[in-house]
């Protein structure tokens, strides 16, 4: 095994239909190619079929990455698909491109230990059931917004929130001095 | 027959009664059921329990009925509380309906109402009186508790908690880490069926104002082995006429205390309910924050329910709900929590209804579906919502406009 990793081959200056040529030799080089700044947008849509995780994690983060396949990884890996330089040209094209994520797609990304503070303040302030929802499961949520959802106009989520605030020792309403 | 110890019996009803069933349970080997209600012990009465509740088999031929009689011909508690999990959760109306009966009558024969005798068939599951259960390995003993939620707390014997049961080591005893790894499994298994189905009856005695009288209550509900984390994780109430009167806890100590922490003695001859939020008002407020102070959680949503109260605010609130479009699976959900599809023309429905002590709730729903499983166009999909009720009892009115406001948006999305 180390020969193999020792004899990786120098893929710095090889092209396009080359890199295409080696997919699926090892996921070590697979995963290398799928962070290859030359490698094609259908070569990764190839390697998006990958069941290796650091594999499909550089797929999205790979700014060629073709727009439906970041959006196909965006539930799974959420802070390679914040992180893709693309993302914010692709939301300047089309500022909705979020909004059109499915539903459970943006459930899977609030319920991500990864996803970024700002989606999450984001679908604190969307008025969505279903995201209330899933934010008020978070492990790492705050008191202050675990208080906001409980106090909020979601049945489920305020009654699932107002339950973990109970069993974490935190009252409904915060003390005033 | 008398040759055979009753262990084996059980064993060899249980082992045919399994190979029957995986090779398709042909109806002319129900006979093996019946040696099951026979012969069987506390697992085929698990066993007979699960299959009732969870699948047709056999419920609605009268050879299935009749093994809901055996099975209460049977009479232990994991037979009757099998029977009581049938008769309120078995999809099968059949099935429910003969449970019941069959209940009824185990009730008469020993001079109990049904609803003593199912406190009474509540299984210890080999717990003791402090809800603990030694697993001996020999040199090393491994405890079992419970939580608030009924789910098992394993603890090694310095109280350190476990994932999982550990494996016999060289040193064990062997023969002991065997039998108590097995007890363990049995534990496991028979405590998720208890756990779901107790949660469920206590939580639909809040629903329907069920009462105890204090000493059946302190005997049976707060010190059962198996309820008393639980019970020490709900608040309750004396009744005093249709209204809560003192609302107390049990704390983990086993004292009865208010919520500003007083001690409170129950008499015997008290009536105890296990009150709704509706009825605890303002109270709830109070109670949230003395259970956030002892970092209790609760088995089912009592204090962090949500409750509405017939007023401006409430009809507000469900006007503003008017004519929002609700995905058909959620108004389809519905269905799980008792309401009805009111059946028009062609198969079509146009309102969803439930009707809970008097208190009616009508959805209407546009463009309406198809209950024949084909949409015509224009209709399924997405639909409008528009509630109206009828009826002042206060319970069923917080529970019915809970029901319809927690109803998720659509989001125009295809299902």
Same mark, same amino acid.
């Given at each position: 095994m180390s020969d193999l990793v020792a004899t990786d081959p120098d893929l710095t200056n090889l092209s396009a239909p080359e890199l295409d040529r080696m997919i699926g030799a090892s996921v070590r080089l697979d995963s290398k190619i799928a962070q290859h700044e030359r490698v094609a947008g259908s070569t990764l849509v190839k390697l998006a079929q990958s069941r290796s995780a650091s594999v499909l994690r550089n797929v999205a983060l790979n700014p060629v990455c073709p727009k439906e396949t970041l959006l196909r990884l965006a539930p799974k890996f959420p802070n390679e698909f914040f992180a893709n330089p693309a993302i914010f040209l692709l939301l300047l094209e089309d500022p909705d491109l979020f909004q059109r994520l499915p539903v459970t797609a943006i459930k899977a990304i609030l319920k991500s230990p990864d996803c970024p503070p700002s989606v999450i303040d984001w679908a604190m302030r969307s008025g969505n059931s279903s995201y209330a929802l899933a934010l008020a499961g978070r492990a790492d949520i705050s008191v202050s917004s675990l208080r906001q959802i409980a106090t909020g106009p979601h049945i489920k989520a305020a009654e699932f929130a107002t339950s973990r605030l109970m069993g974490m020792g935190e009252p409904l309403k915060e003390k005033s001095e | 027959m008398e040759a055979c110890d009753p262990q084996s019996l059980a064993d060899f009803a249980l082992s045919v009664c399994v190979t029957w069933a995986k090779n398709g349970s042909k109806k002319d080997g129900i006979g093996f059921q019946h040696a099951l209600g026979y012969l069987g012990d506390s697992r085929s009465a698990l066993l007979l329990a699960k299959w009732y509740k969870s699948y047709p088999f056999n419920a609605d031929t009268e050879g299935g009925i009749e093994v809901l009689g055996v099975l209460g011909l049977r009479g232990s508690n994991t037979a009757i509380a099998g029977l009581q999990a049938i008769a309120r959760f078995s999809k099968y109306d059949k099935a429910i309906v003969k449970a019941r009966e069959v209940l009824e009558d185990v009730a008469f024969s020993r001079g109990l109402t049904p609803a003593l005798l199912e406190d009474l068939a509540v299984p210890d599951l080999g717990l003791d009186p402090n809800s603990r259960m030694s697993l001996d390995f020999g040199p090393r003993i491994f405890v079992v508790t419970l939580d608030s939620k009924l789910d098992a707390v394993l603890m090694d014997e310095s109280g350190n908690a476990l994932k999982a049961l550990p494996k016999a080591l060289k040193s064990d005893n062997a023969q002991k880490a065997k039998a108590a790894t097995a007890q363990w499994q049995e534990f496991k298994a028979a405590l998720k069926v208890q756990a779901s189905d107790q949660k469920k009856r206590f939580e639909q005695a809040m629903l329907t104002r069920r009462e105890w009288d204090g000493a059946t209550f302190k005997e049976v509900?707060?010190?059962?082995? !198996? !309820?008393s984390k639980m019970v020490r994780s709900l608040v309750w109430a004396t009744v005093n006429g249709d209204r809560p009167g003192t609302v107390f806890r049990i704390d983990a100590d086993g004292r009865y205390a208010t919520a500003d922490g007083a001690g409170f003695l129950l008499a015997d001859d008290a009536r105890v309910m296990l009150p709704h939020p509706v009825h605890l008002g303002g109270a709830v407020e109070i109670w949230l924050q003395t259970f956030a102070e002892n970092k209790l959680t609760q088995p089912f949503l009592q204090l962090a329910r949500k409750w509405f109260v017939e007023g401006p605010d409430t009809e507000n609130l469900i006007s503003d709900r008017d004519g929002t479009k609700v995905p058909l699976g959620a108004l389809r959900g519905l269905k799980a929590k008792g309401w009805e599809f009111e059946e028009g023309g062609a198969g079509m429905v146009w309102s969803v209804y439930k009707s809970v002590e008097g208190t009616r709730a009508s959805i209407n729903v546009e463009p309406g579906w198809s209950l024949s499983g084909f949409d015509y166009e224009d209709f399924g999909g997405d639909q409008a919502v528009k509630l109206s009720l009828r009826g002042s009892d206060p319970i069923a009115y917080s529970e019915l406009v809970r029901d319809f406001l927690s109803l998720p948006v659509a989001t125009g999305e295809e299902p």
């Open positions: - | 509900v707060a010190n059962h082995p !198996l !309820l």
